[in-house]
């Protein structure tokens, strides 16, 4: 932990000495829900729909990190739930290619679980919100993306199952 009880990264994110180096924040939501024993998670194509993603974007300054996940997840996904205050884990994400302006760009995104409650159907065209097992969301995040992305989105999943597990053993005492 670093200064005022942050991570080290969510200091480097927010540090307003390392601005011009900092990577720039979104916001996810990742969204599941349980089936019996097992949790199945949700995603979304990307905008331009050749690979999955969990809903996410920018941050906004009227609404806290948590609440801007959740608006995500509505806006592209067409879904409600309860959402956790604070985020589970940090990711690197890049978007765009090499070869079109303004390239790869890299991003930090902050990723808030949410426990899907009401799923509406009304969401942003072409992103075919559809549920996954956790082994199958890691082999659909993985494709198309560099090894190290794939890695990133992968331990995703990794850590809400973990993170999930811990919750429900800590309910059940």
Not at 2 to 11: D, H, L, R, Y
Not at 48 to 57: I, R, V
Not at 136 to 145: E, I, N, P, V
Not at 157 to 162: G, L, M, Q, S
Request: charged share 25%; aromatic share 10%.
């Amino acid at each position: 932990m670093g200064k005022a009880g942050i991570s080290i990264e969510e200091w480097q994110v927010a540090s307003p000495r390392l601005s011009r180096f900092a990577l720039p924040l979104q916001v996810a939501a990742v969204c599941y829900r349980r089936q019996g024993q097992a949790i199945e998670f949700l995603l979304v194509n990307t905008n331009g729909g050749g690979k999955w993603t969990f809903p996410k974007g920018d941050p906004e300054p009227s609404m806290s990190h948590s609440h801007a996940a959740e608006r995500e997840a509505w806006e592209e996904a067409g879904v409600r739930g309860h959402i956790e205050p604070r985020h589970f884990h940090l990711y690197l994400h890049s978007k765009g290619v090499f070869w079109k302006p303004p390239g790869v760009r890299e991003f930090v995104i902050k990723a808030f679980l949410m426990e899907v409650d009401l799923i509406d159907g009304s969401h942003e065209p072409e992103r075919n919100p559809t549920w996954f097992t956790a082994d199958d969301a890691k082999k659909t995040l993985a494709k198309g993306r560099e090894v190290k992305y794939a890695r990133e989105m992968q331990a995703v999943i990794d850590r809400a199952v973990e993170h999930l597990g811990a919750a429900k053993a800590m309910a059940a005492r």
